[in-house]
C-alpha cells in the first residue's frame, strides 16, 4: 500500500556527481525512515544511507562517507542521495526504501522501490 518511485540514475564519469530522487505515497512519509540500498547483479543487496523520520539520525556506510549525502524533504514526501565523486565500484542499481526505524538493517524496511541504474566509468 506504498509506492516508492526512484529517479535520476543514469551513466557518468568516474569524479561525477548524480542525485537521485525517491517520491514516496500510499502511507504517512514522516512517519517512516527512508534508506538507500543498492545492489550489483549476482551480489547481496548492501545498505547506502539511512535517514530517520526528523532527519535527526543519519547513517551512512563507510565506503561513502564524506562523498554521499541522504537528506529528505517531508512536505514534497521525497528522500533523496546527492552522490559526489563517483567511483566506478558505485555502480549499482540503487533502491530507496521505507521502515520504521533508520537502520543498516534490511530486515527494517518492508515498501522498496523499482531501482534506478547507476553506472559510473572510469
Known amino acids: 500500500q506504498v509506492q516508492l518511485v526512484e529517479s535520476g540514475g543514469g551513466l557518468v564519469q568516474a569524479g561525477g556527481s548524480l542525485r537521485l530522487s525517491c517520491a514516496a505515497s500510499?502511507?504517512?512519509?514522516?512517519?517512516?525512515?527512508m534508506a538507500w540500498f543498492r545492489q550489483v547483479l549476482g551480489k547481496e543487496r548492501e545498505f547506502v544511507a539511512a535517514i530517520s523520520r526528523r532527519s535527526f539520525n543519519i547513517i551512512l556506510t563507510d565506503s561513502v562517507k564524506g562523498r554521499f549525502t541522504i537528506s529528505r524533504d517531508n512536505a514534497k514526501t521525497a528522500v533523496y542521495l546527492q552522490m559526489n565523486s563517483l567511483k566506478p565500484e558505485d555502480s549499482a542499481v540503487y533502491y530507496c526504501a521505507s521502515g520504521s526505524v533508520a537502520t543498516r538493517l534490511i530486515k527494517n524496511y518492508d515498501a522498496w522501490g523499482q531501482g534506478t541504474q547507476v553506472t559510473v566509468s572510469s
Open positions: 500510499g502511507r504517512t512519509f514522516s512517519d517512516y525512515a
